[in-house]
């Protein structure tokens, strides 16, 4: 009985001190518990959660934190009924787990909020070491942030109804100055991790599977994208820029040293959805933006297209946003990339698919590169040559081709296509690396 009053005044006392809960009590004060982290205490400005914390707890201690605080959660499973969200107009928040799987914030029960954990208007806020699971929406969304930090985070649904899962897991969006590391995404009904209308990007050392889209950089500009393993998804990476956004005219987009492999996962998107039309054994593609550099990648058995540049008129959507500029992929430079299998299965749910299945391409296999060769918007005639430079060079044993879709009536592609056409053997300067503060 001693001990029980001992621990219920120590809840209490912290409660007051607005802490909120540091360690779960029970009956008994089991030596089975979890003690309370040495390292996160008051005098630092850190809270410490504990499984058995309850969420009205937790909730309370996140919605009143200041400016410079971590709100630390031990090893466990914390179930949450509501979404979290952080305090807006804050600095220099911190939110820590103990680890990838260790630390799980499950929202298999949410009943209220359209994310999991949700941010607006913070500066130099970092989220690490936990995983965020079966969010009733987004895993982690966070809206006009400046310096966020993604590390060492887990997003991902379990529900056999794939069509049920989220639309995003890691989703930074009018943003700048962001960093996703070390992260997994698995499950996103469009994009595992997807960064948009965001300046100054860094995306690396990741692994991303089982989603629409691996990693999507949209309407986004100055990033890098590197080191990342991207394998089973409908796409692997890609690069996006499209109309109706804050922001649109993305460029200066670099993505190398990046494994995309396998990604031949059938497109499970709502039908609404941009990415609905993404077929599935997409390797990698840019999309209407300009200023691309892909280098130093290994592409490997995606079996509808490994590597492709497109406009935004592949969509077959007419453009009536007049702020929408740059519907044409320019300056686009892949090189030194490095290819195997793919391309001999294209998708035959898929227009797109359909089409290159009909080819008539060598060897009845899909070239590793591939240009859709729409220049100019239809039907105005297109000029002769490499007008938006569009250059493929040093991809060893890579074959490229011209798709010319500007000239294509019905299906016919093979009537039109050109073969490693030497106009698009050619390079481009190197971009200039991304330069984030800190690192």
């Known amino acids: 009985m001693r001990m029980l009053l001992v621990c219920r005044c120590a809840a209490l006392v912290f409660s007051s001190l607005g802490f909120g809960l540091l360690a779960a009590c029970s009956s008994d004060d089991s030596p089975g518990s979890p003690p309370p982290d040495p390292s996160c205490t008051a005098a630092n400005n850190c809270t410490f959660f504990a499984v058995g914390s309850t969420e009205e707890q937790v909730q309370n201690r996140i919605a009143t934190a200041k400016a410079g605080q971590t709100i630390k959660f031990g090893e466990g499973t914390f179930k949450f009924v509501n979404q979290i969200a952080l305090p807006s107009n804050v600095s220099n928040l911190t939110v820590l787990g103990a680890g990838i799987d260790k630390t799980v914030i499950d929202f298999s029960a949410q009943t209220s909020g359209n994310d999991g954990i949700f941010a607006q ?35 991902h649904w379990t529900t056999e109804d794939k069509t049920k899962h989220g639309a995003y897991g890691i989703y930074p969006v009018e943003s700048t100055n962001v960093l996703v590391e070390k992260s997994i995404a698995i499950g996103a009904v469009d994009t595992g991790i997807y960064v948009g209308q965001s300046k100054n990007i860094v995306v690396r050392d990741n692994e991303v599977y089982e989603n629409v889209a691996g990693i999507e950089i949209e309407n986004s500009f100055t990033a890098d994208v590197y080191n990342n393993n991207a394998h089973d998804n ?21 993505v190398f040293k990046n494994d995309i492999h396998d990604n031949n996962t059938a497109n499970f998107a709502p039908s609404a959805s941009t990415v609905a ?34 406009s935004y008129f592949i969509l077959q959507q007419p453009i009536d946003d007049p702020n929408y500029k740059q519907p044409f992929p320019s300056n686009i430079y892949i090189h030194d990339n490095t290819y195997a299998g793919g ?3 294209p998708d035959q749910d898929n227009k797109l698919g359909i089409v290159l299945k009909l080819g008539k391409f060598p060897g009845d296999k899909v070239p590793d590169l591939l240009y859709d060769g729409i220049v100019t918007t239809p039907p105005t005639p297109a000029p002769a040559g490499n007008p938006l430079k569009v250059c493929f060079k040093n991809n060893p044993g890579a074959v490229w081709a011209n798709l010319h879709f500007d000239k294509m009536e019905g299906i016919d592609l093979g009537a039109v296509r050109v073969m490693s056409p030497p106009e698009l053997e050619c390079e481009l300067p190197r971009l200039a690396p991304v330069s984030l503060p800190g690192l």
Do not use: C, W, Y
């Open 121 to 155: 208007n913070v500066t130099n806020l970092r989220l690490e070491g936990f995983t965020v699971k079966n969010s009733v929406g987004n895993a982690i969304k966070v809206l006009k942030g400046t310096g966020v930090t993604f590390r060492s985070l887990k997003t």
């Open 234 to 254: 409908t796409g692997g990476i890609l690069v996006f820029d499209l109309p109706h956004l804050p922001q649109t005219g993305g460029h200066d987009i670099r």
């Open 343 to 345: 391309g001999a299965s």
């Open 277 to 310: 039309a993404v077929p599935k054994g997409t390797g990698f593609f840019v999309l209407a933006n300009s200023n691309v550099e892909v280098f130093e990648n290994t592409f490997k058995n995606n079996v509808t297209a490994q590597t492709s540049v497109l």
